[in-house]
């Protein structure tokens, strides 16, 4: 039976990811005028996915994030204005700073730190959900990565180490088909990356990540598993990024392969076919006018916080580091 959602809960779900889209546009606009150190890696187009699994988890649940990490930070409920800051490499950011699009970690939200390491959020987010089990918190781990990522060697340890130990995680793989610019389908004999759970024992569940409600019933189902003790769950979402591997990147192997494919995916856009699963639920253009405008504002804000905070100064350049 479909599961049913309130009014309340559907606005909640599109506030998430209207407030990630509006966030990167604004990101991807700093680039453009040559204002953000360094690059970004967008989440674009893969809102459904973060904003549905986070809304299944509690509070105090712990989530490993990626270097397309922007989405997961603010489905955890991130300040944006401190994201925009960090992102500039401004003192008020979240890790005053010195960490940039691809270090930001927040533990009062659980949020364990994105990563440049392609891979290295599977082990930590393993080690999280061992913490748990160990301590008997009843806190369950979420590990978010790339289909790429689920080649590299950290990928299969953990979860076989948590599907022996039953530990309480949910391997969330979010397939947006490319590594940088390597078509997955070309260095990858298995065509679901959801099939490889079969070797772990654990239960493999493909999602349509396109659809928020698809995903946050799959994730809600992985995460009761989780929490009551029967072990982890790889869920795969079937989804696209809109931009390159990142900012700087005009995705032209994409194009050459395919030229409709990104515009065939782009009428999935998960904003709008929620947009028209809100219509069909009564939810009113004016009612969804209002959430946009309060998300409006909340990024205006960030964009000012972010260029007003000063860089951090020289005299701090060797705190906060692990080595000088
Ligand atoms: C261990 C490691 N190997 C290679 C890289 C270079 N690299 C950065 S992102 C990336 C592709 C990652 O693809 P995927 O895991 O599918 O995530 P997506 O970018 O598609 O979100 C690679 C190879 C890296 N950062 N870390």
């Known amino acids: 039976m479909e599961k049913v959602y309130d009014k309340k809960q559907l606005l909640s779900f599109y506030e998430t990811m209207y407030r990630m889209r509006r966030f990167e546009e604004e990101v991807f606009e700093f680039y453009k005028k040559g204002l953000m150190p360094g690059l970004a890696h967008l989440y674009l187009g893969q809102e459904a996915v973060a904003t549905g699994v986070c809304a299944a988890l509690r509070e105090e649940d712990y989530i490993g994030s990626t270097h397309r990490g922007h989405g997961h930070l603010v489905a955890r409920g991130a300040r944006l204005d401190k994201m925009m800051a960090e992102i ?144 982890p769950t790889l869920l795969e979402c079937k989804t696209y990024r809109w931009q390159g591997h990142h900012v700087g990147d005009p995705a032209e192997y994409r194009e050459r392969k395919d030229p409709k494919e990104k515009e065939t995916w782009m009428e999935r856009c998960p904003l709008k076919l929620f947009r028209e699963k809100m219509r069909k639920e009564n939810i009113t253009d004016k009612e969804i006018a209002k959430v946009e405008e309060a998300v409006e504002k909340e990024v205006q804000e960030a964009v000012q916080f972010a260029q007003d905070s000063p860089y951090p100064d020289v005299s701090e350049a060797f705190d906060h580091v692990f080595a000088d």
């Open 88 to 231: 500039l490499g401004k003192v008020d950011g979240y890790s005053r700073g010195k960490g940039g699009s691809m270090h930001i970690m927040a533990l009062d939200l659980g949020i364990l730190g994105a990563n440049g390491i392609v891979g290295g959020e599977i082990p930590i987010a393993t080690g999280a959900a061992y913490t748990a089990k160990y301590l008997g918190t009843d806190q369950v781990a979420v590990s978010f990565f790339g289909e790429s990522a689920s080649n590299e060697g950290t990928f299969h340890e953990s979860i076989n180490m948590a599907a022996a130990w039953d530990l309480p995680i949910v391997y969330v793989v979010e397939n947006n088909l490319y590594g940088i610019s390597v078509d997955i389908r070309d260095v990858t004999k298995v065509s679901d990356i959801a099939d490889r759970a079969i070797g772990y024992g654990i239960p493999g569940v493909i999602v349509d990540g396109m659809d928020v409600l698809a995903v946050h019933q799959a994730a809600e189902e992985a995460v009761k598993r989780a929490r009551s003790g029967n072990g």
